[in-house]
């Protein structure tokens, strides 16, 4: 996601705010979303060992841990309750994890994790740890998210249980600031901070004092420190490379001689294996330094490291792990020669789009490239990405014997049904973010970031521009017959009746211009996904209504990613579930059972009567880790709600199923005297549930749901009601 996230501020402002969106309820039934397995990776910022276990610190997924070397991951969440881990770091029988909101200590290897002395829990990131000198002292380096306890730097006696401030904090002009990083070298503590260098304290934190010489300057972000014998620190900022110190701390000068010139030599993470020096350069390979006494830095070859945005790189023995953007842990045991992928088990990547050629289905996802099933979508297995430069897919298209995938880096294309991928970018500019693509006729199209249009009449060979029809990116297309439709941020509609020559504003009616994606049903009508609901035009782009409104059942301030339709069903992924409408959005059905009650649907896929759905992967619960890619057939997902009064009943009341006996489908009916969350569940004769058709909030009135019994065999079957305090169950019977 090299284009959309500049800043690392904003990052971490992002991830933190979307911690707030995911509660996920795993439940087993048939009338609800199945998951899928193999589809996996991981967003990576910290990894540390303790005795024969791994543990890899992820983005919003907690903590996972390996006692095979790597080779498969599990969670190890239990007690933990803030999931974006920042630092972990072993400190006598502890380890300490540094987390989004303060610091959780595990006493039994990560089985079980507790919250360590309240003082940082509160609006505290916890990027550094550090032990230090005397047995159990630790120091822990933070921000904070807003101005209540500015303090920056704690410390523990007691190996990382209670905590306390130090006596003093790293200040600029009377304020305390961030802590990224620390080292501890000859008995003192570094810390490197948020924009004011490097600080030094030799009395455990009583004094920090700013070291000034040299030629670092004073304003650098210091994201990592490390020791190099017994002479030497360094430290890795953001954007400028490397410094070191020859004098304990005192002058900070440049050692950057073979790394990429800045602004591209950002250094997160520092690692030694002998006298061997490895960094990760971000986006680019894990550098190298073999001679201590010049710092020169080698590029490795890096073969395998398909994935080269590294936020951490840690070695055990001669092994080194290096944690990817997306790609999960990557293991080298050839001095960064070679790497081989790590990432079973991991599962904290967002899924960017879902496809389609012939019998095989494609997932492509952000940061971890290309997945492929050959079994309806039931197992996933990872495309080799030979080729494939830029592994985070945000779309993909068969067309003619090919398909094309538009990546953060351009466009490329497989003709061996993505086993190998080449560049196709001719004509567009390097590094171009393609956010959507289209075959109409003989012509390929692209939407670009960079808010272009291109096209292509040589299957993908060169491109040419079209120029930017909207004001913003363009984000999805859509077509019928020769005319195309495009959406774009800020710009709503755009459609051309010309091959993309000139381009006509679609805007009467629309009232919100962020549109996410496109979807054509019939020969007139066009759904539109927006960042305030779903519109639709049935005139072909004239006009334009909304469709979704709280009234309605879609609450019009819903982000809608995708939009697909069976010619009857049209169903919509937002960042709120996943919505269905029978009616041309005169109503509209959450149907997020099984997934969680706000999980985020990046992507849709109808194929072969089935559903298939992409997320963002939910925050976990209770220890269950959620699969990234969801299905559930057309039959089971169209099962209707219908409100057919909303006078308010006198009581609460369920009714018999009709008709019964049936084969396979039955109507139920219910009355709720005031809304209330309603549950209606099926179970066999021996009590075991075996279906959750209505698990909502609904207002008080009375409803009728169609029950499709297709995948259950021939017997007495009971369906339980609870809405609020009122349950009652009633007997059915299925005859096939």
């Not at 709720?672 to 569940?681: D, E, H």
Request: hydrophobic share 35%; charged share 5%; glycine share 12%.
């Amino acid at each position: 996601m090299k284009n959309k996230i500049t800043k690392f501020g904003i990052f971490i402002f992002l991830i933190i705010a979307t911690s707030l969106f995911f509660t996920p309820v795993t439940e087993k039934a048939n009338a609800q979303w199945t998951p899928t397995s193999g589809v996996s990776g991981g967003f990576i910022w910290c990894i540390t060992s303790s005795g024969s276990n791994l543990f890899a610190g992820t983005y919003g997924y907690g903590i996972f841990k390996s006692t095979d070397n790597g080779t498969s991951w599990n969670p190890c969440i239990n007690g933990l309750k803030n999931t974006f881990i920042f630092s972990l770091t072993v400190s006598g029988p502890n380890i300490i994890a540094g987390t989004a909101f303060g610091i959780y200590y595990s006493s039994n290897g990560g089985n079980d994790w507790n919250v360590a002395d309240t003082i940082l829990t509160a609006s505290k990131i916890v990027f550094a740890l550090s032990n230090l000198g005397t047995t159990g002292t630790m120091f822990a380096g933070t921000s904070y998210h807003n101005a209540t306890d500015p303090k920056t730097t704690f410390t523990s006696t007691n190996y990382g249980i209670t905590w306390a401030a130090t006596t003093t904090n790293p200040q600029v002009a009377g304020v305390n600031v961030g802590i990224y990083s620390f080292v501890e070298f000859g008995g003192n503590l570094f810390a490197g901070t948020s924009g004011a260098s490097i600080f030094r304290t030799v009395n455990y934190g009583t004094n920090w004092v700013q070291m000034t010489g040299g030629t670092m300057g004073l304003t650098q972000n210091v994201f990592c420190m490390g020791a190099i014998g017994t002479t030497k620190i360094i430290a890795g900022t953001y954007q400028n490379g490397f410094f070191w110190s020859l004098d304990n701390g005192t002058t900070w000068n440049p050692q950057n001689t073979g790394l990429p010139a800045s602004p591209n030599n950002t250094i997160y993470n520092i690692t030694t294996i002998g006298s061997n020096i490895f960094v990760p350069s971000f986006g680019n390979v894990i550098y190298m330094a073999t001679n201590a006494t010049t710092l020169s830095w080698t590029a490795t070859t890096s073969t395998g490291l398909f994935n080269k945005n590294i936020y951490s790189i840690y070695s055990v023995g001669s092994s080194l792990y290096a944690g990817s953007w997306g790609a999960g842990v990557f293991i080298s045991n050839n001095n960064a020669a070679s790497w081989t992928r790590s990432n079973n088990g991991l599962k904290d990547v967002v899924m960017g789009c879902l496809a389609v050629n012939g019998t095989t289905l494609f997932a492509g996802t952000i940061g971890n490239g290309v997945f492929f099933s050959t079994n309806n979508g039931d197992n996933w297995s990872q495309a080799d990405n030979t080729g494939l430069g830029e592994p985070s897919i945000l779309c993909i298209m068969p067309y003619s014997t090919n398909i094309f995938a538009g990546t953060n880096d351009g466009i490329y294309l497989s003709g061996n049904n993505g086993v190998t991928w080449t560049g196709s970018s001719t004509g567009i500019p390097a590094s171009t973010q393609i956010n959507s693509l289209i075959s109409v006729g003989t012509n390929m199209f692209a939407g670009a970031q960079n808010n272009n249009v291109y096209k292509s009449t040589n299957n993908g060979a060169v491109w040419s521009s079209l120029g930017a029809p909207g004001s913003g990116p363009v984000t999805s297309f859509s077509s019928i017959g020769v005319n195309i439709f495009l959406g774009c941020i800020g710009g709503g509609v755009w459609y051309s009746l010309n091959g993309g020559s000139s381009w006509i504003h679609s805007l009467t009616g629309m009232t919100n211009l962020n549109v996410h994606s496109l979807n054509i049903m019939g020969t007139t009508n066009i759904f539109a996904g927006t960042e305030r609901g779903v519109f639709l035009s049935t005139n072909t782009g004239a006009n334009w209504n909304r469709i979704s409104n709280r009234s309605n059942g879609m609450d019009s301030v819903l982000t809608v990613y995708s939009i697909v339709n069976d010619g009857t069903n049209v169903i919509a992924g937002t960042f709120n579930g996943v919505y269905l409408t029978s009616d041309m959005g005169a109503t509209w059905q959450k149907k997020n059972q099984g997934v969680g009650a706000d999980t985020a649907f990046t992507s849709l896929l109808i194929y072969n009567n089935t559903v298939f759905a992409g997320m963002w992967p939910m925050l976990p619960n209770n220890g269950l880790v959620s699969p990234l890619v969801w299905k559930r057939s057309i039959a089971n997902i169209s099962i209707g709600i219908k409100n057919i009064s909303s006078s308010t009943p006198d009581n609460y009341s369920l009714m018999q199923n009709y008709p019964n006996p049936f084969n396979p489908t039955t109507t139920i009916k219910w009355s709720i005297k005031t809304g209330s969350f309603v549950t209606l569940k099926i179970y066999d004769a021996a009590g075991q549930e075996v279906g959750t058709y209505v698990n909502q909030k609904l207002d008080a009135g009375v409803y009728e749901a169609n029950i499709d019994a297709s995948n259950l065999s021939s017997g007495v079957y009971f369906y339980r009601l609870q809405a609020g305090n009122f349950t009652d169950t009633k007997k059915m019977m299925l005859i096939k």
